[in-house]
Antibody, heavy 120, light 107 residues
Framework: QVTLRESGPALVKPGQTLTLTCTFSGFSLSTDKVCVSWIRQPPGKALEWLARIDWDGDKHYSTSLKTRLTISTDTSKNQAVLTVTNMDPMDTATYYC????????????WGQGTLVTVSS | DIQMTQSPSSLSASVGDRVTITCRASQGISNYLAWYQQKPGKIPKLLIYAASTLQSGVPSRFSGSGSGTDFTLTISSLQPEDVATYYCQKSNSAPLTFGQGTRLEIK
């Protein structure tokens, strides 16, 4: 059974760095065509794809946010980590980790998401 | 980057109506297009992939079509449980951009 679970702080201050962890089970990020993405959704607004790490170590980022994002993995812990630097109130959102369907990666599984609020 | 634009941004229709939502890509993406349904407070649910292939378990009243830059999601007979926001997403290569969403309500 594939599961993904996001964890991290619920509240961060403007200017701080956010670190989110996706702990998954039921698959390995070392397996061919397996990828983990991060997606966010501000309250009442649209989904925004942020980043992806692939089974072969490739990393992909949203063009508009790439200077602030870093995605990494700890395969021994079955975790994928996203850091977002210089957090702003506009970054307040529910952050999801997911195996998002695409032609490059297999699977369609989403975590339940974690709400991060940016406020002083 | 390829941008995905949905229309309309919201619509209201009656139970039993045929509903169509469109998605336009700023560049051709062949048939690499997915549609998601997101109900309030829930995670997105994959409805259709490869522009027209119905995900297992999705009711047959949902269908998708299109190729290149223009795509449509059609609900043949709107049901009350279809109230949700619908998103398209390019599904070929990263970045996997989403459309801005279409909110569907019952009239």
């Amino acid at each position: 059974q594939v599961t993904l679970r996001e964890s991290g702080p619920a509240l961060v201050k403007p200017g701080q760095t956010l670190t989110l962890t996706c702990t998954f089970s039921g698959f390995s990020l070392s397996t061919d065509k397996v990828c983990v993405s991060w997606i966010r959704q501000p309250p009442g607004k649209a989904l925004e794809w942020l980043a992806r790490i692939d089974w072969d170590g490739d990393k992909h980022y949203s063009t508009s946010l790439k200077t602030r994002l870093t995605i990494s993995t700890d395969t021994s812990k079955n975790q994928a980590v996203l850091t977002v630097t210089n957090m702003d109130p506009m970054d307040t959102a529910t952050y999801y980790c997911a195996r998002v369907y695409s032609t490059e990666c297999h699977g369609n599984y989403w975590g339940q998401g974690t709400l991060v609020t940016v406020s002083s | 980057d390829i941008q995905m634009t949905q229309s309309p941004s919201s619509l209201s229709a009656s139970v039993g109506d045929r509903v169509t939502i469109t998605c336009r890509a700023s560049q051709g993406i062949s048939n690499y297009l997915a549609w998601y349904q997101q109900k309030p407070g829930k995670i997105p649910k994959l409805l259709i992939y490869a522009a027209s292939t119905l995900q297992s378990g999705v009711p047959s009243r949902f269908s998708g079509s299109g190729s290149g830059t223009d795509f449509t999601l059609t609900i043949s007979s709107l049901q009350p449980e279809d109230v949700a926001t619908y998103y398209c997403q390019k599904s070929n290569s990263a970045p996997l951009t989403f459309g801005q969403g279409t909110r569907l309500e019952i009239k």
